[in-house]
């Protein structure tokens, strides 16, 4: 196995420039991508890893093009198989931090046997995937998490098919480490890519995103001042949870396992929700809650720490296999069993 490369125990010194390529962005002006590739270039100095051991996988769509804009290496692969490429990579280079940027398209598509596959293995890789409820690169397709009936050039009646929830799909398939953020929250992106970038095992975060030429304002709930303070709902470990205006607070409550809304000053504290994050099912409740009936929930869903990872019992069968058998030998593996020359 190699090891990371730089000074041994010494932590490189970088800022957010260091992580910026030399390619010029080609996203459409006002799109909700260029907040995320600077939250996530101002992430990078906090982790602390060389720019040499970084590496961004995407697949294809607006938000595929991430790789270039990284001053790290990257991989541009094809439509939803950046996940496939990501743990083959893992495998082989298991001491490399690896991004997977996709896109609701890109990821719930074509990809999303891809993407349920390295989740529910627990590759140790950091996706994020880019939700505007559209398909941009190709001009304005209904995706996988348009809302029903949406009117698009695909769908001129209106879709027909029911959304997907990013958020409930990652948990279901298990992933150890899920999140749901907003491009217009700087603050709050931030925090949750360093959270999940630090998560060892298959870290998700579904970035709320918009595209302005397409689907402008699909997240409106949570841009329209009003709205948001109505809706938004940030999820803190081990607190209650509760949304709403100051003078107004509402919470949540739990009726067996369904959630219900009251008004915070008319129940006990001891009453309300208190998040737990370590809590699988109680996610998968918060995943499937929106707006209007429920508030919208940000934040870290589901974090689940010390879980072996896919690389580290691929590794250890590896090991194991060798101590057992020796060193493998190409050469007498391709020969082996029946084998036959035509002369």
Same mark, same amino acid.
């Given at each position: 196995?190699?090891?990371?490369?730089?000074?041994? +125990?010494?932590?490189?010194?970088?800022? %957010?420039?260091?992580?910026?390529?030399?390619q010029?962005?080609?996203?459409?002006?006002?799109?909700?991508?260029?907040?995320?590739?600077?939250?996530?270039?101002?992430?990078?100095p906090?982790?602390?890893?060389?720019?040499?051991?970084?590496?961004?996988?995407?697949?294809?769509?607006?938000s595929?093009?991430? !790789?270039?804009?990284?001053?790290?290496?990257?991989?541009?692969?094809?439509?939803?198989?950046?996940?496939?490429?990501?743990?083959?990579? %893992?495998?082989?280079? !298991?001491?490399?931090?690896?991004?997977?940027?996709?896109?609701?398209?890109?990821?719930?598509?074509?990809? #999303?046997?891809?993407?349920?596959?390295? =989740?529910?293995?627990?590759?140790?890789v950091?996706?994020?995937?880019?939700?505007?409820?559209?398909?941009? =690169?190709?001009?304005?397709?209904?995706? !996988?998490?348009?809302?029903?009936?949406?009117?698009?050039?695909? @769908?001129?009646?209106?879709?027909?098919?029911?959304?997907v929830?990013?958020?409930?799909?990652?948990?279901?398939?298990?992933? @150890?480490?899920?999140?749901?953020?907003? $491009?217009?929250?700087?603050?709050?992106?931030?925090?949750?890519?360093?959270?999940?970038?630090?998560?060892?095992?298959?870290?998700?975060?579904?970035?709320?995103?918009?595209?302005?030429v397409?689907?402008? =304002?699909?997240?409106?709930?949570?841009?329209? %001042?009003?709205?948001?303070?109505?809706?938004?709902?940030?999820?803190?470990?081990?607190? !209650?949870?509760?949304?709403?205006?100051? $003078?107004?607070?509402?919470?949540?409550?739990?009726?067996?396992?369904?959630?219900?809304?009251? %008004?915070?000053?008319?129940?006990?504290?001891?009453?309300?929700?208190?998040? $737990?994050a370590? $809590?699988?099912a109680?996610?998968?409740?918060?995943?499937?809650?929106?707006?209007?009936?429920?508030?919208?929930?940000l +934040?870290?869903?589901?974090?689940?720490?010390?879980?072996?990872?896919?690389?580290?019992?691929?590794?250890?069968?590896?090991?194991?296999?060798?101590?057992?058998r020796?060193? #493998?030998?190409?050469?007498?593996?391709?020969?082996?069993?029946?084998?036959?020359?035509?002369?």
């Amino acid at each position: 196995m190699s090891t990371i490369t730089g000074t041994p +125990g010494a932590t490189p010194k970088y800022t %957010k420039k260091d992580f910026e390529s030399d390619q010029d962005v080609r996203w459409c002006p006002g799109c909700g991508d260029y907040a995320i590739l600077s939250a996530v270039q101002k992430t990078m100095p906090e982790l602390g890893i060389p720019r040499e051991d970084i590496v961004f996988i995407s697949g294809i769509g607006c938000s595929s093009r991430f !790789p270039y804009y990284m001053n790290t290496y990257g991989f541009h692969t094809i439509h939803g198989r950046a996940p496939a490429i990501a743990t083959g990579l %893992k495998l082989a280079r !298991p001491e490399l931090k690896v991004f997977v940027v996709t896109g609701d398209g890109d990821g719930l598509s074509i990809g #999303g046997n891809h993407l349920l596959h390295v =989740l529910r293995r627990n590759v140790d890789v950091t996706i994020l995937l880019f939700n505007n409820r559209i398909y941009g =690169l190709t001009k304005g397709q209904y995706s !996988p998490t348009s809302e029903l009936g949406k009117v698009t050039k695909s @769908t001129p009646m209106g879709s027909a098919d029911r959304p997907v929830s990013p958020c409930a799909f990652a948990l279901a398939a298990g992933a @150890t480490f899920v999140a749901r953020t907003v $491009d217009r929250n700087i603050a709050h992106m931030e925090e949750t890519l360093k959270r999940a970038a630090h998560h060892k095992g298959a870290a998700f975060v579904e970035i709320l995103q918009n595209c302005n030429v397409y689907n402008d =304002l699909a997240w409106n709930v949570l841009y329209d %001042k009003e709205s948001k303070i109505l809706h938004e709902c940030r999820l803190e470990h081990g607190k !209650p949870i509760t949304f709403g205006p100051a $003078d107004d607070r509402r919470g949540l409550v739990l009726e067996g396992l369904k959630p219900k809304v009251v %008004k915070v000053a008319e129940v006990a504290e001891s009453a309300l929700w208190k998040h $737990d994050a370590s $809590d699988r099912a109680t996610a998968m409740v918060l995943g499937q809650l929106w707006a209007p009936e429920y508030p919208i929930p940000l +934040g870290i869903l589901l974090n689940q720490e010390g879980e072996t990872t896919y690389e580290d019992l691929v590794v250890q069968q590896e090991q194991k296999a060798i101590s057992d058998r020796g060193q #493998g030998d190409i050469a007498k593996l391709l020969m082996a069993g029946e084998t036959w020359k035509i002369g």
